[in-house]
């Protein structure tokens, strides 16, 4: 494998939103988590400054730094007050030349659409659950069940909890009359794989890796409609989801299960634009991994599954974040390296 020594003296400027309507409590976890990778980077020997994008003028946030001088640790999920505009924070890097870490903003915006990409992963042959949008609640054709019901434009399972699971054709139309109604945008049906469900960071550029993969181990439920990665399981200690799924890395596989786990991640990873690093989402079923859903920028606070499995191989938090800016770093005009498609140890 052809390695690149890791440099550890690279200024870090770590761009991280911090919404003023948010409440009190999750303002300050996520400073919290953002000074932790400061923190670490600093261990490592990174200079690091933390820079909360508080409003949505991030060229005049960022005007005191240089881009020639520093890379950009790119946390901004959305600008304050604009929704879904991760990539309008990319697009605005890279009209200011700052060199960042992740997904450019065509894959950021691309992710959102999630009839886009799995149609894509069809035109590819990578396997996704059988899909339909319904702009309206005519669900004529649709004869698949267990199903899930999803909204169309989101991301973090906003809209998913047990309800999303219908088994018939009632329930079908109930739930999508539910997402047009409450998030205002088209459903999208899926054929609900009620089997065993991965989530799987891959990164790097040219030389491509696969981190541990994580199981979401739902054996504390019975009901398969509770069997299913909520928005609670995410986000709302003591709920039954966020207690009860247990994650598991690295994921019992044999061999041959990780190799084609592998295998299909990494083509997605390639097919959809991914840079840097990202999550996959999969479930398997009679021996085939089934796409789920693209994570390209991937959560990459402390308790996520990306740095639990960073650490089954031995990666601290700062080397993890180390290894983010340096990917980025081959892409700098004064920090890169001649050969930018060598993988960072």
């Known amino acids: 494998m052809e390695t690149k020594a890791r440099k550890t003296d690279l200024p870090v400027v770590i761009v991280h939103n911090v919404d003023p309507s948010w409440e009190s409590p999750d303002i300050a976890s996520a400073l919290e988590a ?11 020997g990174h200079p690091v400054v933390c820079v909360p994008v508080e409003n949505s003028d991030l060229a005049g946030i960022l005007q005191p730094f240089d881009p020639r001088q520093h890379i950009v640790l790119n946390w901004c999920e959305e600008l304050p007050g604009i929704s879904r505009s991760d990539a309008v924070a990319a697009r605005l890097l890279e009209d200011l030349r700052f060199t960042y870490t992740g997904s450019p903003p ?6 959102w659409d999630k009839a886009a990409v799995k149609a894509l ?3 590819t042959s990578i396997a996704t659950p059988r899909w339909q949008v319904f702009q309206c609640r005519d669900t004529r054709g649709w004869n698949c069940f267990p199903a899930i019901v999803k909204p169309a434009f989101e991301h973090c399972s906003s809209g998913i909890d047990a309800e999303s699971v219908v088994l018939n054709p009632e329930e079908l139309k109930e739930r999508i009359a539910y997402v047009q109604d409450v998030f205002k945008q088209p459903a999208l049906v899926e054929d609900f794989i009620d089997g065993r469900e991965f989530h ?3 990164w790097g550029n040219g030389t491509i890796e696969m981190l541990p993969p994580a199981e979401m181990d739902f054996s504390a439920f019975d009901n398969l409609r509770d069997r299913l990665c909520s928005f609670d399981s995410k986000f709302t200690p003591g709920s039954p989801h966020y207690e009860k799924i247990e994650l598991r890395i690295p994921a019992e596989l044999h061999d041959h299960e990780k190799h084609l786990l592998k295998q299909t991640a990494v083509r997605a990873y390639k097919v959809t634009g991914c840079r840097d690093y ?27 599954s990306l740095v639990y499995a960073a650490e089954a191989i031995g990666l601290t938090y700062g080397i993890l974040g180390s290894r983010l800016v340096n990917l980025a770093a081959r892409r700098h005009p004064i920090f890169g390296g001649p050969n930018p498609s060598a993988t960072i140890s």
């Open 106 to 111: 065509e894959v950021l915006a691309f992710s």
């Open 278 to 304: 990202a999550r996959i989402d999969l479930r398997l079923r009679d021996g085939i991994f089934y796409v789920l859903d693209m994570n390209p920028n991937a959560d990459i606070s402390p308790d996520t």
């Open 121 to 123: 992963l069809d035109e």
């Open 34 to 44: 953002v000074e932790t990778m400061a923190a670490s980077l600093r261990r490592e």
């Open 200 to 202: 799987v960071t891959i």
